[in-house]
Protein backbone atom coordinates (compact mmCIF):
# COMPACT_ATOMS: atom_id res chain seq x y z
CA UNK A 1 0.00 0.00 0.00
CA UNK A 2 1.72 3.07 -0.88
CA UNK A 3 0.40 6.89 -0.66
CA UNK A 4 -0.80 6.73 -4.60
CA UNK A 5 -3.47 4.09 -3.83
CA UNK A 6 -4.28 4.67 -0.37
CA UNK A 7 -8.11 5.20 0.11
CA UNK A 8 -9.04 8.50 2.00
CA UNK A 9 -10.38 8.30 5.83
CA UNK A 10 -14.10 8.30 6.63
CA UNK A 11 -14.11 9.17 9.92
CA UNK A 12 -12.37 11.91 12.44
CA UNK A 13 -12.12 11.22 16.18
CA UNK A 14 -11.94 15.14 17.49
CA UNK A 15 -10.87 14.09 20.95
CA UNK A 16 -11.83 18.20 22.02
CA UNK A 17 -11.09 18.13 25.75
CA UNK A 18 -9.78 15.15 28.23
CA UNK A 19 -11.45 16.92 30.91
CA UNK A 20 -14.88 15.34 32.06
CA UNK A 21 -16.84 15.96 35.10
CA UNK A 22 -16.91 11.61 35.83
CA UNK A 23 -14.26 9.47 36.78
CA UNK A 24 -14.77 5.94 34.99
CA UNK A 25 -12.17 3.42 35.80
CA UNK A 26 -12.77 1.54 32.24
CA UNK A 27 -12.02 4.83 30.06
CA UNK A 28 -9.61 4.13 27.66
CA UNK A 29 -8.35 7.76 27.84
CA UNK A 30 -4.83 8.27 29.01
CA UNK A 31 -3.16 7.65 32.38
CA UNK A 32 -1.27 11.07 31.02
CA UNK A 33 -4.39 13.50 29.86
CA UNK A 34 -3.74 16.34 28.26
CA UNK A 35 -4.16 19.62 30.23
CA UNK A 36 -7.12 22.73 29.26
CA UNK A 37 -4.09 24.84 29.06
CA UNK A 38 -2.88 23.27 25.61
CA UNK A 39 -6.08 22.20 24.05
CA UNK A 40 -6.37 23.52 19.94
CA UNK A 41 -8.34 26.51 19.68
CA UNK A 42 -11.32 27.10 17.96
CA UNK A 43 -9.90 28.51 14.49
CA UNK A 44 -7.44 25.54 14.70
CA UNK A 45 -9.99 22.65 14.98
CA UNK A 46 -11.80 24.43 12.17
CA UNK A 47 -8.79 24.12 10.47
CA UNK A 48 -8.74 20.57 11.00
CA UNK A 49 -12.24 20.41 9.76
CA UNK A 50 -11.36 21.84 6.69
CA UNK A 51 -8.28 19.64 6.07
CA UNK A 52 -10.71 16.85 6.96
CA UNK A 53 -13.32 17.57 4.73
CA UNK A 54 -10.86 18.03 1.69
CA UNK A 55 -9.11 14.94 2.66
CA UNK A 56 -12.65 13.02 2.33
CA UNK A 57 -13.64 12.64 5.93
CA UNK A 58 -16.99 12.32 5.77
CA UNK A 59 -18.02 11.97 9.40
CA UNK A 60 -16.71 13.29 13.00
CA UNK A 61 -17.31 12.32 16.48
CA UNK A 62 -16.91 15.07 18.78
CA UNK A 63 -15.58 13.49 21.81
CA UNK A 64 -13.44 13.66 24.97
CA UNK A 65 -13.21 13.82 28.16
CA UNK A 66 -16.72 15.89 27.77
CA UNK A 67 -16.80 17.77 25.00
CA UNK A 68 -19.91 19.75 26.78
CA UNK A 69 -16.87 21.43 29.04
CA UNK A 70 -16.14 23.30 25.40
CA UNK A 71 -17.99 26.76 25.92
CA UNK A 72 -17.03 27.14 22.23
CA UNK A 73 -18.45 23.58 21.08
CA UNK A 74 -21.36 25.19 18.79
CA UNK A 75 -18.71 27.01 16.99
CA UNK A 76 -16.61 23.65 16.81
CA UNK A 77 -19.81 22.30 15.19
CA UNK A 78 -20.70 24.99 12.92
CA UNK A 79 -17.28 24.62 11.59
CA UNK A 80 -17.35 20.83 11.30
CA UNK A 81 -20.65 21.21 9.48
CA UNK A 82 -19.70 23.87 7.13
CA UNK A 83 -16.75 21.78 6.22
CA UNK A 84 -19.18 19.24 4.66
CA UNK A 85 -18.60 16.87 7.85
CA UNK A 86 -21.77 14.51 9.83
CA UNK A 87 -20.95 15.60 13.13
CA UNK A 88 -22.05 13.32 16.21
CA UNK A 89 -21.66 14.55 19.79
CA UNK A 90 -19.99 11.76 21.62
CA UNK A 91 -21.23 13.14 25.46
CA UNK A 92 -22.34 11.67 29.58
CA UNK A 93 -24.89 14.36 28.85
CA UNK A 94 -23.91 16.08 31.88
CA UNK A 95 -24.22 19.57 31.26
CA UNK A 96 -26.51 19.46 28.61
CA UNK A 97 -29.52 21.92 28.53
CA UNK A 98 -32.51 22.10 25.93
CA UNK A 99 -30.54 25.61 25.41
CA UNK A 100 -27.70 24.16 24.64
CA UNK A 101 -28.83 21.43 22.51
CA UNK A 102 -30.77 23.65 20.08
CA UNK A 103 -27.93 25.76 19.94
CA UNK A 104 -25.81 22.86 18.57
CA UNK A 105 -28.49 21.55 16.55
CA UNK A 106 -29.20 25.12 14.94
CA UNK A 107 -25.07 24.78 14.36
CA UNK A 108 -25.22 21.66 12.63
CA UNK A 109 -25.41 18.55 15.26
CA UNK A 110 -26.96 15.70 13.52
CA UNK A 111 -26.67 13.02 16.12
CA UNK A 112 -25.55 12.73 19.98
CA UNK A 113 -24.32 9.08 21.63
CA UNK A 114 -24.73 9.16 25.24
CA UNK A 115 -23.08 6.63 27.41
CA UNK A 116 -24.83 4.90 30.30
CA UNK A 117 -22.85 2.61 33.38
CA UNK A 118 -25.50 0.88 34.67
CA UNK A 119 -29.13 0.63 35.13
CA UNK A 120 -29.58 1.71 38.70
CA UNK A 121 -28.69 4.48 39.56
CA UNK A 122 -26.88 4.07 42.33
CA UNK A 123 -24.62 1.68 41.07
CA UNK A 124 -24.07 3.61 38.12
CA UNK A 125 -22.93 6.58 40.08
CA UNK A 126 -20.58 4.85 42.00
CA UNK A 127 -19.22 3.41 38.37
CA UNK A 128 -19.04 6.98 36.84
CA UNK A 129 -17.91 8.04 40.33
CA UNK A 130 -20.07 11.31 39.88
CA UNK A 131 -23.81 11.73 40.65
CA UNK A 132 -24.95 11.78 36.70
CA UNK A 133 -27.69 9.54 36.23
CA UNK A 134 -30.70 11.99 36.50
CA UNK A 135 -28.74 14.51 34.01
CA UNK A 136 -28.62 11.17 31.76
CA UNK A 137 -31.72 10.15 31.72
CA UNK A 138 -32.56 14.51 31.36
CA UNK A 139 -30.46 13.93 28.12
CA UNK A 140 -31.95 11.13 26.92
CA UNK A 141 -35.34 13.04 26.73
CA UNK A 142 -33.84 16.38 25.10
CA UNK A 143 -32.14 14.06 22.83
CA UNK A 144 -35.83 12.91 21.76
CA UNK A 145 -37.38 16.00 21.53
CA UNK A 146 -34.97 17.42 19.45
CA UNK A 147 -35.78 14.52 17.14
CA UNK A 148 -31.85 13.33 16.63
CA UNK A 149 -30.92 10.18 16.44
CA UNK A 150 -29.98 8.60 19.30
CA UNK A 151 -27.54 6.13 20.45
CA UNK A 152 -26.60 4.70 23.63
CA UNK A 153 -22.66 3.56 24.58
CA UNK A 154 -22.75 1.27 27.22
CA UNK A 155 -19.55 -0.20 28.09
CA UNK A 156 -19.53 -3.73 29.45
CA UNK A 157 -17.33 -5.06 32.65
CA UNK A 158 -17.03 -7.54 35.47
CA UNK A 159 -19.55 -4.84 37.59
CA UNK A 160 -22.11 -4.30 35.15
CA UNK A 161 -22.37 -7.03 32.83
CA UNK A 162 -24.88 -9.29 34.72
CA UNK A 163 -27.47 -6.30 34.84
CA UNK A 164 -27.00 -6.34 30.88
CA UNK A 165 -31.08 -7.28 30.89
CA UNK A 166 -31.93 -4.46 32.28
CA UNK A 167 -29.35 -1.91 30.79
CA UNK A 168 -30.65 -2.76 27.54
CA UNK A 169 -34.55 -2.42 28.51
CA UNK A 170 -33.42 0.80 30.18
CA UNK A 171 -32.43 2.27 26.00
CA UNK A 172 -35.41 0.88 24.88
CA UNK A 173 -37.35 2.88 27.47
CA UNK A 174 -35.02 6.12 26.89
CA UNK A 175 -35.92 5.77 23.07
CA UNK A 176 -32.55 4.86 21.79
CA UNK A 177 -32.37 3.82 18.11
CA UNK A 178 -29.18 2.25 18.77
CA UNK A 179 -27.77 0.28 21.48
CA UNK A 180 -23.66 -0.54 21.56
CA UNK A 181 -22.96 -2.82 23.93
CA UNK A 182 -19.22 -2.96 23.64
CA UNK A 183 -16.96 -4.96 26.10
CA UNK A 184 -13.92 -2.65 27.74
CA UNK A 185 -10.94 -1.99 25.85
CA UNK A 186 -7.91 -2.43 28.24
CA UNK A 187 -6.13 0.95 27.11
CA UNK A 188 -5.16 3.69 29.52
CA UNK A 189 -7.02 3.77 32.54
CA UNK A 190 -9.01 0.71 31.79
CA UNK A 191 -5.48 -0.93 31.48
CA UNK A 192 -4.56 -0.10 34.73
CA UNK A 193 -8.04 -1.57 36.55
CA UNK A 194 -8.03 -4.31 34.29
CA UNK A 195 -7.97 -7.19 37.15
CA UNK A 196 -11.22 -5.75 38.88
CA UNK A 197 -13.00 -4.70 35.13
CA UNK A 198 -12.44 -8.29 33.66
CA UNK A 199 -15.60 -10.42 33.76
CA UNK A 200 -15.53 -13.90 33.91
CA UNK A 201 -15.85 -16.48 30.66
CA UNK A 202 -19.53 -17.16 32.43
CA UNK A 203 -20.77 -13.62 32.53
CA UNK A 204 -19.88 -13.44 29.10
CA UNK A 205 -21.44 -16.11 27.49
CA UNK A 206 -24.96 -15.32 29.64
CA UNK A 207 -24.37 -11.33 28.45
CA UNK A 208 -24.18 -12.82 24.54
CA UNK A 209 -27.55 -15.02 25.37
CA UNK A 210 -29.24 -11.94 26.41
CA UNK A 211 -28.34 -10.11 23.39
CA UNK A 212 -29.79 -12.86 21.28
CA UNK A 213 -32.94 -12.67 23.13
CA UNK A 214 -32.92 -8.92 22.89
CA UNK A 215 -32.55 -8.85 19.29
CA UNK A 216 -35.34 -11.73 18.67
CA UNK A 217 -37.57 -9.42 20.60
CA UNK A 218 -36.85 -5.81 18.77
CA UNK A 219 -36.63 -7.24 15.12
CA UNK A 220 -35.57 -3.85 13.53
CA UNK A 221 -36.69 -1.41 16.16
CA UNK A 222 -33.53 -0.67 17.85
CA UNK A 223 -30.16 -1.73 16.90
CA UNK A 224 -28.08 -4.21 19.26
CA UNK A 225 -24.37 -3.89 18.53
CA UNK A 226 -22.22 -6.43 20.49
CA UNK A 227 -18.82 -5.85 20.48
CA UNK A 228 -17.23 -8.92 21.82
CA UNK A 229 -14.38 -9.08 24.83
CA UNK A 230 -11.38 -10.62 22.76
CA UNK A 231 -9.60 -11.43 25.86
CA UNK A 232 -12.37 -14.19 26.96
CA UNK A 233 -13.21 -14.72 23.46
CA UNK A 234 -9.54 -16.10 21.86
CA UNK A 235 -10.09 -14.05 18.82
CA UNK A 236 -8.23 -10.68 17.68
CA UNK A 237 -10.69 -7.72 16.97
CA UNK A 238 -9.72 -5.91 13.87
CA UNK A 239 -7.32 -2.96 14.78
CA UNK A 240 -9.53 -0.22 13.64
CA UNK A 241 -10.83 -1.93 10.59
CA UNK A 242 -6.79 -1.88 9.90
CA UNK A 243 -4.10 0.28 11.27
CA UNK A 244 -4.74 3.75 9.14
CA UNK A 245 -7.25 2.52 6.37
CA UNK A 246 -10.68 3.84 7.90
CA UNK A 247 -10.09 6.83 10.41
CA UNK A 248 -7.88 9.27 12.70
CA UNK A 249 -7.91 10.94 15.55
CA UNK A 250 -6.54 14.08 16.89
CA UNK A 251 -6.39 14.42 20.65
CA UNK A 252 -6.84 17.83 22.47
CA UNK A 253 -3.57 18.99 21.80
CA UNK A 254 -3.48 18.49 18.02
CA UNK A 255 -1.39 14.75 18.30
CA UNK A 256 -2.66 13.19 15.36
CA UNK A 257 -2.79 9.30 15.91
CA UNK A 258 -4.14 5.81 13.67
CA UNK A 259 -6.25 5.20 16.95
CA UNK A 260 -7.20 6.70 20.56
CA UNK A 261 -4.32 4.41 22.04
CA UNK A 262 -1.51 4.70 19.65
CA UNK A 263 0.06 7.44 22.15
CA UNK A 264 1.31 4.67 24.28
CA UNK A 265 3.42 2.77 21.66
CA UNK A 266 7.09 4.18 21.85
CA UNK A 267 9.34 5.89 19.42
CA UNK A 268 6.72 6.39 16.67
CA UNK A 269 7.01 10.06 16.87
CA UNK A 270 3.27 10.88 16.65
CA UNK A 271 2.80 14.36 14.31
CA UNK A 272 0.55 17.52 14.89
CA UNK A 273 -1.50 19.27 13.18
CA UNK A 274 0.03 22.34 14.38
CA UNK A 275 2.83 21.52 12.46
CA UNK A 276 1.84 19.38 9.32
CA UNK A 277 -1.04 19.40 7.54
CA UNK A 278 -3.89 16.54 7.67
CA UNK A 279 -3.22 14.81 4.39
CA UNK A 280 0.34 14.61 4.61
CA UNK A 281 -0.37 13.01 8.50
CA UNK A 282 -2.51 10.68 7.01
CA UNK A 283 -0.42 9.70 3.49
CA UNK A 284 3.25 10.29 4.64
CA UNK A 285 4.25 10.34 8.89
CA UNK A 286 6.02 7.31 9.95
CA UNK A 287 3.35 6.90 12.74
CA UNK A 288 0.36 5.70 9.96
CA UNK A 289 2.23 3.97 7.75
CA UNK A 290 4.23 1.34 10.30
CA UNK A 291 1.48 -1.30 10.75
CA UNK A 292 -0.32 -0.37 7.18
CA UNK A 293 -1.29 -3.67 5.38
CA UNK A 294 0.50 -6.43 5.57
CA UNK A 295 4.23 -6.32 5.20
CA UNK A 296 4.71 -5.30 8.61
CA UNK A 297 3.46 -8.60 9.67
CA UNK A 298 5.42 -11.88 10.93
CA UNK A 299 4.15 -15.30 11.62
CA UNK A 300 1.65 -16.87 12.75
CA UNK A 301 0.07 -14.02 10.96
CA UNK A 302 1.35 -13.16 7.28
CA UNK A 303 0.12 -16.97 6.27
CA UNK A 304 -2.88 -17.00 8.32
CA UNK A 305 -6.18 -16.93 6.32
CA UNK A 306 -7.53 -14.35 9.04
CA UNK A 307 -4.81 -11.77 8.52
CA UNK A 308 -7.11 -9.52 6.00
CA UNK A 309 -10.19 -9.32 8.77
CA UNK A 310 -8.29 -9.18 11.98
CA UNK A 311 -5.24 -7.13 10.57
CA UNK A 312 -2.88 -8.68 12.98
CA UNK A 313 -5.01 -7.46 16.11
CA UNK A 314 -4.77 -4.92 18.28
CA UNK A 315 -1.43 -3.78 18.19
CA UNK A 316 -1.69 -1.23 21.70
CA UNK A 317 -2.76 -4.33 22.81
CA UNK A 318 0.08 -6.56 21.72
CA UNK A 319 2.46 -3.71 22.86
CA UNK A 320 0.98 -3.84 26.43
CA UNK A 321 0.93 -7.26 26.88
CA UNK A 322 4.22 -8.09 25.42
CA UNK A 323 6.17 -5.32 25.05
CA UNK A 324 6.83 -5.47 21.32
CA UNK A 325 3.89 -3.92 18.92
CA UNK A 326 4.95 -6.31 16.38
CA UNK A 327 3.72 -9.41 18.16
CA UNK A 328 0.52 -10.97 17.06
CA UNK A 329 -2.18 -9.56 19.38
CA UNK A 330 -2.02 -12.44 22.14
CA UNK A 331 -5.69 -12.40 22.13
CA UNK A 332 -5.72 -14.17 19.16
CA UNK A 333 -5.31 -18.09 20.32
CA UNK A 334 -2.95 -18.95 17.81
CA UNK A 335 -0.92 -16.09 19.15
CA UNK A 336 2.62 -17.47 20.40
CA UNK A 337 2.16 -15.37 23.21
CA UNK A 338 -1.56 -16.30 24.46
CA UNK A 339 -0.45 -18.03 27.59
CA UNK A 340 -0.43 -14.35 28.73
CA UNK A 341 -3.95 -13.86 28.11
CA UNK A 342 -4.77 -17.17 29.66
CA UNK A 343 -3.41 -15.58 32.37
CA UNK A 344 -5.01 -12.70 32.34
CA UNK A 345 -8.53 -14.52 32.34
CA UNK A 346 -7.68 -16.86 35.14
CA UNK A 347 -5.55 -14.11 37.33
CA UNK A 348 -6.81 -13.45 40.73
CA UNK A 349 -9.58 -11.44 41.06
CA UNK A 350 -9.82 -10.71 44.81
CA UNK A 351 -9.36 -7.08 46.69
CA UNK A 352 -9.37 -5.54 43.06
CA UNK A 353 -12.60 -3.77 43.75
CA UNK A 354 -11.08 -1.53 46.38
CA UNK A 355 -8.04 -0.88 43.96
CA UNK A 356 -10.56 0.21 41.75
CA UNK A 357 -12.58 2.74 43.11
CA UNK A 358 -9.09 4.32 44.58
CA UNK A 359 -7.55 4.31 41.00
CA UNK A 360 -10.89 5.55 40.01
CA UNK A 361 -11.20 8.30 42.63
CA UNK A 362 -7.64 9.53 41.43
CA UNK A 363 -9.15 9.92 38.14
CA UNK A 364 -11.77 11.91 39.35
CA UNK A 365 -10.17 13.95 40.97
CA UNK A 366 -7.84 14.77 38.33
CA UNK A 367 -10.54 15.02 35.67
CA UNK A 368 -12.96 16.99 37.53
CA UNK A 369 -10.29 19.98 37.76
CA UNK A 370 -11.47 21.69 35.11
CA UNK A 371 -14.80 20.97 35.54
CA UNK A 372 -15.54 22.42 38.36
CA UNK A 373 -13.50 25.37 37.29
CA UNK A 374 -15.71 26.19 34.95
CA UNK A 375 -18.51 25.92 36.85
CA UNK A 376 -17.24 28.07 39.50
CA UNK A 377 -16.71 30.98 36.95
CA UNK A 378 -20.12 30.17 35.08
CA UNK A 379 -21.38 30.67 38.50
CA UNK A 380 -19.50 34.01 39.42
CA UNK A 381 -20.65 35.21 36.36
CA UNK A 382 -24.30 34.67 37.36
CA UNK A 383 -23.69 36.23 40.24
CA UNK A 384 -22.04 39.45 38.99
CA UNK A 385 -18.47 38.33 39.73
CA UNK A 386 -15.41 38.60 37.38
Known amino acids: MTPDTLDPPWALLAELTHACPLGCGYCSNPVELVGRSVELTSGQWAGVFRQAGALGVVQTHLSGGEPLLRRDLADLVAAADTAGLYTQLVTSGVGLSERRLTGLVDAGLRSVQLSVQHSEPATAERIAGARSFAAKRRAARLIRSAGLPFGLNIVLHRGNLDALDDLIALGVAWGADRIELAHTQYHGWALRHRTALLPTPAQAERARATVTRWRERLGDA ?79 CRGCALRAVDHGGCRCQAYALTGDATRTDPACRHAPDHDLVRDVVRGPRDGSADAYRENAHRKTVHTQIAYKQIAYRKSTHREGGT
Open 222 to 300: TELVWVSPDLLDATAKPCMGGWGRVSLTVAPDGTALPCPAAATLPGLDPPSVKDHRLDWIWRESTIFNVFRGQSWMGEP
